[in-house]
């Protein structure tokens, strides 16, 4: 069955840098893409990258533009996610999820999704 | 960017009642590109609906979704009490971006 599991929740103080971590199995991971969504302390959905498991490509979205780093291990079948200069609204739930449908070059909708990774900026 | 507003904030109903959440989008979508997901307190998003109107593998069948354009529904009939939690509708694309929910409580 498709798990998607996740590294353990960080405190970091503003300023710094996180890395999250996404372990996939029970699908083929470089034919589907992995988005990462975020969520706020009792606020919805935020959408903030994607990166394709087949060719590396990436799209982030502007509000963490120029501070997020997405990569994939293949060999592993792991994304990474590295969020940098830390402010205290970035403290939030860090979602990975997989593409439903494979082998398409941007987001889609996303069928399996990671425990979530809670990441609390405090000084 | 795509803004979805899911209407109403807040849905309270009791067990056995018919639920009609909206989304409305500020630009056409293809019907390809909308979905909708449940969020339980302390759980990840599940998705319900793909595509606006085909459901994911395991969903009842009292879930459907419809909608074309820039108006989307999920209805829930026959509310069950594991029904009572928060949905989103998400449009995918180059941007995703998701609605603010529309929290369905016990009546």
């Known amino acids: 069955q498709v798990q998607l599991v996740q590294s353990g929740n960080e405190v970091k103080k503003p300023g710094a840098s996180v890395k999250v971590s996404c372990k996939a199995s029970g699908y083929i991971f470089r034919r589907f893409g992995i988005s990462w969504v975020r969520q706020a302390p009792g606020q919805g959905l935020e959408w903030i990258g994607w990166i394709s498991g087949y060719s590396g490509k990436t799209h982030y979205a502007q509000t963490v533009q120029g501070r997020l780093t997405m990569a994939t291990d293949t060999s592993t079948s792991t994304a990474y996610m590295e969020l940098m200069n830390l402010r205290s609204d970035d403290t939030a739930v860090y979602y990975c999820?997989?593409?439903?449908?494979?082998?398409?070059?941007?987001?889609?909708?996303?069928?399996?999704w990671g425990q979530g990774s809670l990441v609390t900026v405090s000084s | 960017e795509i803004v979805l507003t899911q209407s109403p904030g807040t849905l309270s109903l009791s067990p056995g009642e018919r639920a009609t959440l909206s989304c409305r989008a500020s630009q056409s979508l293809s019907s390809n590109s909308l979905a909708w997901y449940q969020q339980r307190p302390g759980q990840a998003p599940r998705l319900l609906i793909s595509?606006?109107?085909r459901r994911a593998t395991g969903i009842p069948d009292r879930f459907s979704g419809s909608g074309s354009g820039t108006d989307f529904t999920l209805t829930i009939n026959r509310l069950e009490p594991e029904d009572f939690a928060v949905y989103y509708c998400?449009?995918?694309?180059?941007?995703?971006?998701f609605g603010q929910g529309t929290r369905l409580e016990i009546k």
């Open positions: 998400q449009q995918s694309g180059t941007s995703p971006t």
């Open positions: 595509a606006a109107s």
């Open positions: 999820a997989k593409d439903a449908n494979p082998l398409i070059p941007e987001p889609q909708m996303f069928d399996f």
